[in-house]
């Protein structure tokens, strides 16, 4: 089709007037991009885009250019039109050789546009997503503990360029299989890790939910008797004498509670 | 205006410590180096000597009070150390300058209520703006009283009995929650206490109080809703916060005595 059409177009107008069509398609191109630019502007600034990546690296590398984030994809999207309008020209004038290259070029364009939206889109939730979980974890004074924000970024722009990688048609068969082991290695650590939480929160959510004991009662679990001073997803705490004991549901459950009634 | 000048440089003269209430960044900075104390309800310019303010007392008396025995029991400054405290009481910015020795009012324990009581501070802090919020605005326009009992819930149960059914019965709803101000409005208008657990969560409604009331010295003239706050907090670890019908002033008390005294008006 790609080949066809412009010959349809030269048989419409004369070698002349195919010319000048090309030239009207350039300039109609730079309208066109000029008025793409602005929307996009306009669509991302009020879609809030420009306030949610701020103070993102991504942003602040942008600023020093000179540009915004904003800047940045309407631009993409304002090239991507006016190559687009350049293209169609040279084709219809046969200024170049119209063959497969032009057509191949029209074809791999729009995956080279998605795979730079998949990059720069994948940068920007990575950090956001990184000072999200940052700030969740701050009250948490653990050195260690922050490598886990890293670990999502990074997580992220892997997943990102895997995007990028597969619209630009590179073999990304072992990248995905890498990515699934880590996924796979994560879920066996955080169930074999939280195991015992998991097992208390299932418990907690059926003492919650049926209250077979609450705040005030006397009872005995295992040997620790005293009175219920709270019941959260996780613990039982129970109150006898200046000695508190912080029980598991899990153990509730196993082994089972003695209500004391008087 | 040398006379104000000299007055100003007499009043801050020998000071041991300077107290920062809610400083802000700039104003921290050009402070530091001297020992300087930082009260706020948020620790915006990370002082290593800092005092978590539970709310934002509007009475400069209560603010400072509560400071100064937060930085005394931190150990920021000694027990009879001479404070100088910049605090902002009209604008955005510190517009006042008090002076003030730390041992010149006697101890009220209102830091102790929060920092040191079962009940986690921003529950109590959770429930003093409820309680705050229903003396305000009361019930349908009149007035209302309520008491909350706040931590060590399972021994207040067992120091209490109920007068009706529990509305919060196999419920699970936290002071601070959205709703709560609500419930707690329409749950108000019948008599008893709330007990609330120390995690917050409101445990029942409706208990009638029965601790023992021997030795609770309150202050002649209040009722029985005070009394039994007093009194079940003479008998267990928790803390009471009333909302008197009568003066619409509500009260905090600890271990059977009054610690805090806050007009809902002024807030």
């Known amino acids: 089709m790609q080949i066809e059409w412009p010959e349809v177009i030269r048989s419409i107008f004369s070698e002349r007037g195919a010319f000048a069509a090309s030239?009207?398609?350039?300039?109609?191109?730079?309208?066109?991009?000029?008025?793409?630019?602005?929307?996009?502007?306009?669509?991302?600034?009020?879609?809030?885009?420009?306030?949610?990546?701020?103070?993102?690296?991504?942003?602040?590398?942008?600023?020093?250019?000179?540009?915004?984030?904003?800047?940045?994809?309407?631009?993409?999207?304002?090239?991507?039109?006016?190559?687009?309008a350049i293209v169609v020209a040279v084709n219809l004038a046969q200024l170049g050789n119209p063959d497969l290259f032009w057509a191949r070029l029209v074809g791999f364009l729009p995956s080279l546009f998605v795979a730079a939206f998949a990059l720069i889109i994948g940068l920007i939730v990575g950090d956001k997503a990184k000072l999200h979980v940052s700030e969740r974890l701050r009250s948490i004074k653990l050195p260690e503990a922050s490598i886990i924000p890293e670990l999502v970024k990074y997580s992220i722009f892997y997943v990102a360029i895997l995007i990028a990688l597969g619209q630009l048609g590179v073999e990304t068969m072992a990248l995905v299989v890498l990515l699934a082991v880590y996924a796979f290695a994560i879920v066996v650590v955080a169930l074999v890790a939280f195991w015992d939480l998991l097992r208390s929160g299932a418990a907690g959510i059926y003492l919650l939910l049926q209250e077979p004991y609450s705040i005030g009662d006397r009872v005995r679990i295992d040997d620790n008797e005293g009175i219920v001073q709270e019941v959260d997803m996780f613990t039982t705490r129970i109150e006898s004498d200046g000695e508190e004991y912080v029980v598991p549901n899990q153990k509730v459950f196993s082994s089972g509670i003695v209500r004391i009634r008087e | 205006m040398t006379g104000l000048d000299e007055f100003l440089e007499e009043l801050v003269a020998d000071a041991d410590a300077v107290c920062l209430f809610s400083p802000g960044k700039s104003h921290y900075e050009t402070l530091a180096g001297d020992d300087v104390v930082v009260i706020a309800t948020d620790n915006d310019v990370e002082a290593d000597a800092f005092v978590k303010l539970p709310l934002e007392f509007q009475d400069l008396r209560d603010r400072i009070r509560f400071g100064v025995e937060g930085a005394v029991e931190h150990g920021y400054v000694d027990a009879d150390a001479d404070l100088v405290c910049l605090a902002k009481v009209f604008g955005e910015d510190a517009d006042t300058v008090a002076r003030v020795r730390a041992d010149e009012f006697e101890k009220s324990g209102v830091y102790d209520l929060f920092a040191n009581s079962r009940a986690e501070p921003s529950v109590i802090r959770d429930v003093l703006e409820v309680a705050v919020e229903l003396g305000k605005k009361g019930q349908k326009g009149k007035?209302?009283?309520?008491?909350?009992?706040?931590?060590?819930?399972?021994?207040?149960?067992?120091?209490?009995?109920?007068?009706?059914?529990?509305?919060?019965?196999?419920?699970?709803?936290?002071?601070?929650?959205?709703?709560?101000?609500?419930?707690?409005?329409?749950?108000?208008?019948?008599?008893?206490?709330?007990?609330?657990?120390?995690?917050?969560?409101?445990?029942?409604?409706?208990?009638?109080?029965?601790?023992?009331?021997?030795?609770?010295?309150?202050?002649?003239?209040?009722?029985?809703?005070?009394?039994?706050?007093?009194?079940?907090?003479?008998?267990?670890?928790?803390?009471?916060?009333?909302?008197?019908?009568?003066?619409?002033?509500?009260?905090?008390?600890?271990?059977?005595?009054?610690?805090?005294?806050?007009?809902?008006?002024?807030?």
Do not use: C, Q
């Not at chain 2, 601070?176 to 609330?196: H, T």
């Open chain 1, 23 to 84: 030239i009207a398609i350039l300039f109609l191109g730079v309208l066109g991009s000029y008025l793409v630019w602005r929307w996009t502007h306009r669509l991302l600034r009020s879609a809030g885009v420009s306030d949610a990546v701020e103070g993102t690296p991504f942003e602040r590398t942008a600023r020093s250019f000179g540009t915004s984030t904003v800047g940045i994809v309407s631009t993409i999207a304002a090239v991507f039109v006016y190559v687009l």
């Open chain 2, 143 to 267: 007035p209302v009283g309520a008491l909350f009992v706040v931590g060590d819930a399972g021994k207040v149960m067992n120091k209490s009995r109920p007068l009706s059914y529990n509305p919060f019965e196999k419920s699970h709803v936290h002071v601070g929650d959205p709703i709560v101000n609500v419930m707690l409005k329409e749950f108000s208008r019948l008599d008893g206490a709330f007990v609330i657990s120390d995690s917050g969560k409101i445990v029942s409604a409706y208990r009638y109080l029965e601790p023992s009331a021997e030795g609770v010295d309150i202050p002649k003239g209040l009722g029985a809703r005070h009394m039994a706050a007093g009194a079940v907090t003479r008998d267990t670890n928790a803390i009471a916060i009333v909302l008197s019908e009568s003066d619409g002033l509500v009260r905090a008390f600890k271990a059977g005595e009054l610690i805090l005294e806050l007009d809902p008006e002024a807030y």
